[in-house]
Nanobody, 125 residues
Framework: QVQLVESGGGLVQAGGSLRLSCAASGRTFSSYYMGWFRQAPGKEREVVATIKWSGGTTYYVDSVKGRFTISRDNAKNTVYLQMNSLKPEDTAVYYC??????????????????WGQGTQVTVSS
């Protein structure tokens, strides 16, 4: 069992930055691939970024490339999402997720076994 707790959300002006953190319980954190997803009001939840076990392989949705950076610290059981140059359209609840069973399909929500409770990010114009 893995428990995930996100933090770092908040209200920021357009152009600003936030860093989200996701702390995971359990001893086998390094064996999980991790993902950040987001859900804006009235929209479906979408993948934002994913990272494999050692952190060497990452993926970003086109809309955040060059602005967001996903990273992980396996010694601290934590995954991060650094968000720069934020835009109003980045406003959403952000969730982190952990999975092990489908490492070739990390873009899909169904590939993740554990989810955090979400943290609100609001970007004002």
């Amino acid at each position: 069992q893995v428990q995930l707790v996100e933090s770092g959300g908040g209200l920021v002006q357009a152009g600003g930055s936030l860093r989200l953190s996701c702390a995971a319980s359990g001893r086998t954190f390094s064996s999980y691939y991790m993902g950040w997803f987001r859900q804006a009001p009235g929209k479906e939840r979408e993948v934002v970024a994913t990272i494999k076990w050692s952190g060497g392989t990452t993926y970003y949705v086109d809309s955040v490339k060059g602005r967001f950076t996903i990273s992980r610290d396996n010694a601290k059981n934590t995954v991060y999402l650094q968000m720069n140059s934020l835009k109003p359209e980045d406003t959403a609840v952000y969730y982190c997720a952990a999975g092990r069973g489908r490492p070739t399909a990390t873009l899909f929500q169904s590939s993740y076994d554990y989810w955090g409770q979400g943290t609100q990010v609001t970007v004002s114009s």
